[in-house]
């Protein structure tokens, strides 16, 4: 099974992490494979025009690593060997776009759990990838 991880490094995905820890099923060295996927966020136009392309680049990749190595790092622990993939842009539509693309079966993702009230102002990561993809939704809360 092609299994996606949406990660942001919060305390959210460590719960995920956690529960993957727990359940044999989804952690089983060789069953699955795995692709942590984190998104961040664009730069405002004005500080990407201040800025070279490769100070962007490299400001992208230091995020981008701050939440991925651990993740890796806690997987290889249960033996699992995880794709890195980061990308830019609007979180729920990127690791939606990515699942489909990528013909991945299952997304597991941690949610913040806000209420309707929050979604309303907000917005929700979660809420917009199971609106964007047709991939299986694992919410971990």
Known sequence: MK????????????????YLAAHEELVAAGRHDYTALTVQAALPPRARAALSKDMVDEYYAQESAKVLEPVSKFLAQSGITVHARAEVGPAGEVIAKTAEEGKFDLIIMGTHG????????????????????????????
Do not use: E
């Open 3 to 18: 299994i996606l991880l949406a990660v942001d490094g919060s305390p959210f995905t460590k719960k995920m992490l956690a």
């Open 114 to 141: 806000h209420g309707s009230l929050g979604k309303l102002v907000m917005g929700s990561v979660s809420t917009q990838v199971l609106a964007n993809c047709s991939v299986p939704v694992m919410l971990i809360r």
